[in-house]
């Protein structure tokens, strides 16, 4: 019974057959195309990532070695100018939907090398516009570990801190406040 059902089928007709062999091979193309189109919106997406994740490493980079330029300790460290190491180098992690970043990179100068770290968040809005301009980062906490050579007594490792170096606000007195009386000078009669 298996065989004359085996047999009848390779009887088929050539329309019949042919137009089998057409459903398969549409169905195939389409299966195709969607897994195509999937892999190249994947790989874009990828890509895509990849490269908003170089612009915020180059603009936090950028921020940050503008602000070793301007400071003493670092410059004498390792001398001007500082020059970004490469990014393949480099750590970047973002957190908050990429409205904060953690990043570490090398540097180097004339007198030595160094590794800088910092951490920052994004100034402004956060749109899809966002990706094709730089943005605006402002450095929260920034330090450098600095690499001095020298002979092999003079060979120095050292942490730096960078900050603003800004003086704190002057205080000014409330004038706006009215001072309230204790409740312990209450009159008895």
């Not at 065989?3 to 007709?13: A, W």
């Not at 921020?63 to 330029?69: G, I, P, Q, W």
């Not at 953690?102 to 007198?111: A, D, I, N």
């Not at 030595?112 to 516009?129: C, H, M, P, Y």
Request: proline share 6%.
């Amino acid at each position: 019974m298996l065989g004359r059902r085996f047999i009848s089928f390779l009887r088929r007709t050539p329309s019949a057959s042919g137009k089998v062999v057409a459903e398969e091979g549409k169905a195939k193309t389409w299966g195709r195309r969607i897994v195509s189109g999937t892999l190249i919106c994947l790989t874009g997406g990828v890509a895509l990532s990849a490269l908003d994740d170089l612009s915020i490493y180059h603009s936090c980079s950028s921020k940050a070695l503008e602000r070793a330029s301007k400071n003493k300790p670092i410059i004498d460290a390792i001398g001007e100018p500082i020059v970004r190491g490469p990014w393949y180098n480099a750590s970047l992690a973002v957190a908050h939907q990429r409205q904060s970043v953690s990043c570490t990179f090398p540097v180097s100068g004339p007198q030595g090398t160094g590794i800088f770290q910092l951490k920052a968040v994004r100034n402004g809005e956060d749109k899809w516009s966002s990706f094709l301009r730089a943005s605006d980062w402002e450095i929260l906490i920034m330090e450098a570990l600095v690499h001095v050579p020298g002979n092999e007594e003079k060979q120095q490792t050292f942490r730096i801190k960078v900050s603003d170096d800004l003086p704190p606000p002057a205080s000014n007195a409330c004038t706006d406040c009215i001072p309230q009386e204790s409740s312990g000078n209450v009159d008895k009669k």
